[in-house]
C-alpha cells in the first residue's frame, strides 16, 4: 500500500510540473518546404466553387491547401497572392509547334499553359522511333511540359504506304504494328484526314487502327475529313465508328458555313447521341471566328499535292479555276482569306487579286498554289462558334503556336478569361478553368495535373482575372497575352511578372502503362 502511495504521489507532481502555459510558451517545429502561395482565392480546376486558401508546395508536388499555413509551414519563398486566383496550369489538347526551334514555347506560358500537345492533325515527327525524338526534347529542355501524339498521316509515310488509297492487309497490319509502338510513348493517335496522306484513309483501315487505340486506352484526336457544315454529320459519324473501339475526340470542332446557336445544338445533339450509345467523345474548340491552315485545304483533292497540281494546271485547267472561285466563294470571298506567309503575309486574297490585276482564282493557280503557303479563313459563327464553346464535354485549344500569323497561339486561354468569362459572362470561372485543366486532363489521361490537390504535380499559375488581355490581333498576331503574373511548371516558377526567369522545368510526359 506505502508504494502504490508513493507511485501515485509521483505522478502527480509530475503532471502538476507541466502546465498548460508552459507548453504554449514551448516553440513549434515548422515543416520546411519549398513555397507557400498565401491567400489565394483557389479555383482548383474541378468546377466547384472557389475558396480562400494557401497553397503549400515543396519538391515539385502541391502537399497542402488549406489555411494559415504560415503558421505551420517555414517556406523558402513565400508568395503573397493577395486575393488574386490560385488555379492549375492550364492544358492545351491541340497545340502546335517545334521544341528544337522555339523550345520555350512562352507563347504559351505567357497565357498560363503549363503543358501543350504536339503531333496533332496526322502530323508527328517523321522518325522510326518517337521515343527517340523524345528522349532529344527531354535533353534539351522544354518550356511547358508536352504530351505527344503519334500521326496516323506521318506513319503512313513511314511504313511506305503513303498515298495509296487501298493499302494491302499486311501493309495495314504493319501500320498497326507502328502505332503500337509508338503509343508507349504517345498519348493517342491524331488524324487528319482533310489533309493528305489521311484523306486516302478507308472505313477499315480507321478500324483497325482504332482497334489499337483501344486496346491501349489512348484517345484518337481527329480532324475530321470535312468541316464544311453540310458534310459535318457524315464527318463526325465517320468518327462515332471508330468510336466503338476508343476513346475519340474531335479536334477544333467548327462548321464551316454553318449559323446560329440553332445550328449548333444540332451539332452537340449527334455527339450527345453518339455517347447515349457508348461512345465516349469529347472535343475541343478556340474563341476566334477564323481558322488557320494551309492554303491547299482550298484545292480540291486531285490538285493538293505539287505533282497533282502541276498536273491539274496542264490537264484540267479551267475545272480547277471553276472549282476553286466556287469553294472561295463559298467560304465568304477572297476577301475572308489572310495570308500568313511572306511575301504575302498580312494580305487577303482579295488584295492580291487587286495588287495583281487578276481574279483571284488566278492567283491560287499562278502565284501561290497548294504547297508552302498558309492563310487564316474568316468561315465561322461567333454565335454558333460559343454554343459549341459553352457545351460541357467540349473543352478549350489553341490549334496554334509560336511563329503563326494567327491570335489563337497567342491569346486563347486569355481570351476565354476576358472575353467569355468576364466580358459576355458565358462561362463562370469555375467552369471555364475547368475546361482548360482537369477536364483535358482527362481527356488525355493525365492522371497528376490539371487539379490542385494534396500529391499534384505542382502546375500553377496566379492571376487576377480583372487584367487579363489577349492582346493578340489578326492584324498583329504574335503579342504575348498580359495578366498572368506567376506561372509554375513542376513546382519551378518558369515566368513571373510578365518576363521570363530562366528555369527551363518543363517535362515530356509518359502516358500510363497500358495494353
Not at 506560358?109 to 496526322?122: C, F, H, K, P, S
Not at 459576355?424 to 470561372?429: D, E, I, M, V
Request: hydrophobic share 40%.
Amino acid at each position: 500500500m506505502r508504494h502504490a502511495y508513493t507511485f501515485c504521489l509521483l505522478l502527480l507532481l509530475t503532471a502538476g510540473c507541466s502546465r498548460p502555459d508552459d507548453r504554449a510558451e514551448s516553440p513549434q517545429t515548422k515543416t520546411a518546404v519549398d513555397f507557400v502561395i498565401a491567400g489565394g482565392r483557389i479555383v482548383d480546376g474541378l468546377g466547384g466553387p472557389a475558396f480562400t486558401g494557401d497553397l503549400v508546395v515543396d519538391a515539385g508536388r502541391i502537399i497542402e491547401i488549406g489555411t494559415d499555413a504560415l503558421a505551420r509551414f517555414d517556406a523558402e519563398q513565400v508568395i503573397d497572392a493577395g486575393g488574386r486566383v490560385v488555379a492549375p496550369g492550364f492544358i492545351d489538347p491541340h497545340s502546335h509547334g517545334d521544341p528544337f526551334t522555339t523550345p520555350m514555347f512562352e507563347n504559351f506560358l505567357a497565357m498560363g499553359v503549363t503543358t501543350i500537345t504536339l503531333g496533332q492533325d496526322g502530323s508527328s515527327p517523321e522518325t522510326e522511333d518517337l521515343s527517340d525524338w523524345l528522349d532529344r526534347v527531354s535533353g534539351s529542355g522544354i518550356g511547358p511540359n508536352l504530351a505527344m501524339f503519334a500521326g496516323h498521316g506521318t506513319l503512313r509515310t513511314v511504313s511506305g504506304i503513303g498515298m495509296d488509297p487501298r493499302p494491302s492487309a499486311t501493309a495495314i497490319s504493319e501500320l498497326a504494328e507502328r502505332l503500337d509502338t509508338a503509343l508507349d510513348v504517345a498519348f493517342g493517335m491524331s488524324t487528319g484526314l482533310e489533309y493528305n496522306p489521311g484523306l486516302h484513309a478507308s472505313a477499315a483501315e480507321l478500324e483497325a487502327l482504332a482497334r489499337v487505340v483501344g486496346r491501349r486506352d489512348r484517345v484518337i484526336m481527329s480532324h475530321l475529313r470535312t468541316e464544311d457544315d453540310d458534310k459535318l454529320a457524315d464527318a463526325i459519324g465517320e468518327l462515332v465508328e471508330q468510336g466503338a473501339h476508343a476513346r475519340v475526340h474531335i479536334a477544333h470542332l467548327k462548321s464551316v458555313y454553318g449559323k446560329g446557336s440553332a445550328r449548333a445544338k444540332e451539332i452537340l445533339d449527334i455527339l450527345a447521341s453518339a455517347r447515349d450509345g457508348g461512345v465516349t467523345i469529347t472535343a475541343d474548340t478556340y474563341p476566334y471566328s477564323a481558322s488557320y491552315t494551309g492554303i491547299g485545304l482550298l484545292f480540291p483533292v486531285w490538285a493538293k499535292t505539287t505533282e497533282q497540281f502541276l498536273e491539274a494546271k496542264s490537264e484540267r485547267r479551267k475545272e480547277l479555276a471553276d472549282y476553286l472561285r466556287q469553294r472561295v466563294n463559298l467560304r465568304n470571298g477572297p476577301q475572308a482569306t489572310l495570308l500568313g506567309t511572306a511575301p504575302y503575309t498580312g494580305k487577303t486574297l482579295a488584295d492580291l487579286s487587286r495588287e495583281l490585276e487578276l481574279p483571284f482564282e488566278e492567283v491560287l493557280i499562278e502565284k501561290l498554289g497548294p504547297q508552302g503557303f498558309s492563310a487564316a479563313y474568316f468561315v465561322m459563327d461567333e454565335a454558333l462558334q460559343s454554343a459549341l464553346l459553352a457545351d460541357p464535354w467540349v473543352v478549350i485549344s489553341s490549334d496554334g503556336g509560336p511563329g503563326t500569323y494567327h491570335p489563337r497561339g497567342y491569346g486563347t486561354f486569355a481570351k476565354v478569361i476576358e472575353d467569355y468569362v468576364m466580358s459576355q459572362k458565358l462561362l463562370s470561372l469555375e467552369t471555364a478553368v475547368a475546361k482548360m485543366t482537369s477536364i483535358p486532363a482527362d481527356i488525355l489521361g493525365i492522371a497528376d495535373r490539371g487539379r490542385l490537390e494534396s500529391g499534384m504535380v505542382a502546375d500553377v499559375i496566379l492571376f487576377d482575372p480583372q487584367r487579363v488581355r489577349a492582346r493578340a490581333s489578326y492584324t498583329q498576331p504574335q503579342i504575348l497575352a498580359e495578366g498572368f503574373d506567376l506561372v509554375m511548371v513542376n513546382g519551378r516558377i518558369v515566368r513571373r511578372d510578365g518576363a521570363m526567369t530562366g528555369v527551363v522545368s518543363g517535362r515530356v510526359l509518359r502516358p500510363a502503362a497500358s495494353g
